[in-house]
Nanobody, 116 residues
Framework: QVQLVESGGGLVQPGGSLRLSCAASGFTLRGYAMSWYRQAPGKERQLVARINIGGGSSDYADSVKGRFTISRDNAKNTVYLQMDSLKPEDTAMYYC?????????GGQGTQVTVSS
């Protein structure tokens, strides 16, 4: 069964950090570009960060540049999103996505809440 499972979300105070994980099963992430999206209540889904197949190139939404870092560990079949200096406006459900020329998979999401 093909799955992407996100984890690592939770409640954190402003200025804090979280590390999200996205673990794949049923397929290997090695051949996929990976992305993290987020969606807050009443707002459109937003691309937060993406990393290419080789892991040598990544880019970020302007709102998270310098605070978030996407990385991948193909040996562990997992992608990460390190989130530092979190702000209340980062509160959202975070989803990972795997895509190549033939297939696309998404996860169920993990909730991140930034609040004092």
């Amino acid at each position: 069964q093909v799955q992407l499972v996100e984890s690592g979300g939770g409640l954190v105070q402003p200025g804090g950090s979280l590390r999200l994980s996205c673990a794949a099963s049923g397929f290997t992430l090695r051949g996929y570009a990976m992305s993290w999206y987020r969606q807050a209540p009443g707002k459109e889904r937003q691309l937060v960060a993406r990393i290419n197949i080789g892991g040598g190139s990544s880019d970020y939404a302007d709102s998270v540049k310098g605070r978030f870092t996407i990385s991948r560990d193909n040996a562990k079949n997992t992608v990460y999103l390190q989130m530092d200096s979190l702000k209340p406006e980062d509160t959202a459900m975070y989803y990972c996505n795997a895509r190549n020329w033939a297939y696309e998979y998404g996860g169920q999401g993990t909730q991140v809440t930034v609040s004092s």
